[in-house]
């Protein structure tokens, strides 16, 4: 796969302002405000850029990368289970860190939209929340467990705070039930969730389970996005109700 390009492939500049150089789109009757934006944001961001020229399938291939940068936990040989994983971004990460198309790592990545085969990743397109996936995902894992457990889970967004931060809970409380029952002692989790939206309970859970939990967001974590990470690193190897006691 095409590696990441260098740190300073992103950001930089030639002297002109930013503001010079930002690419603006024409206005057009049947095009819709937010369509416009959209549109300029994309034309514009510098992940973006770079994802195309890495061969990256998304600009949160960087986010990936940016995290594991600063607590590095990727190694070759894990095996790793991607949630969320479509388009492959992050997938694309995974199978290069972990050696996997060498056959000394294992990916395992899920989505519930479509997403293309990938070398050195198993990919299967199904819905997590559905009541077989764990066990489907559990039955790929060849050594019975799994190293790290990422989560990049997020449904579709319906403008309502309220409601997008109860859904992203929703799939950030699975993930973990879903990593405490695949990671082996020592494991990694990590799992997108919404900024000021990580519940007590959630941390509750990860803070007994694992020896350590903190927050992350990384730069290609748009600076106007509620997006960031919870992290947790030394997964105890204990059941909640042992946790517990």
């Excluded at 020229?53 to 936990?73: M, Q, T, V, W």
């Excluded at 479509?114 to 990743?121: F, N, Q």
């Excluded at 467990?145 to 997008?164: C, F, I, K, W, Y």
């Excluded at 959630?202 to 803070?207: A, H, M, S, V, Y």
């Amino acid at each position: 796969m095409a590696q990441g390009p260098s740190k300073g492939a992103i950001g930089g500049g030639s002297g002109r302002s930013d503001r010079d150089k930002r690419v603006r789109v024409k206005s057009k009757a049947k095009r819709a405000i937010s369509s416009r934006r959209w549109l300029e944001r994309q034309l514009n961001d510098p992940y973006v850029a770079a994802a195309q020229k890495a061969g990256y399938r998304s600009r949160a291939a960087f986010k990936l990368i940016e995290i594991n940068d600063k607590h590095p936990f990727l190694k070759t040989g894990q095996v790793i289970v991607d949630l969320g994983a479509a388009p492959g971004g992050w997938t694309q990460v995974l199978t290069d860190k972990v050696k996997s198309t060498d056959g000394r790592g294992q990916v395992v990545a899920i989505d519930i939209l479509p997403m293309d085969e990938m070398a050195g990743a198993e990919v299967l397109h199904l819905d997590f929340m559905e009541n077989d996936a764990p066990d489907r995902l559990k039955t790929l894992l060849r050594d019975g467990g799994a190293d790290v457990v990422l989560s990049d889970m997020a449904g579709s967004t319906t403008g309502h705070a309220r409601t997008d931060h109860l859904q992203i809970m929703g799939l950030a409380e699975a993930a973990v039930e879903f990593a405490v029952e695949v990671l082996k002692p020592g494991g990694v989790f990590v799992c997108k969730v919404f900024q000021g939206g990580t519940e007590r309970d959630l941390l509750d859970i990860l803070k007994r389970q694992f020896k350590i939990v903190r927050h992350v967001k990384p730069p290609a974590s748009r600076k106007d996005s509620s997006e960031l990470y919870v992290m947790a690193t030394g997964f105890r190897g204990l059941k909640d109700e042992q946790a517990s006691d």
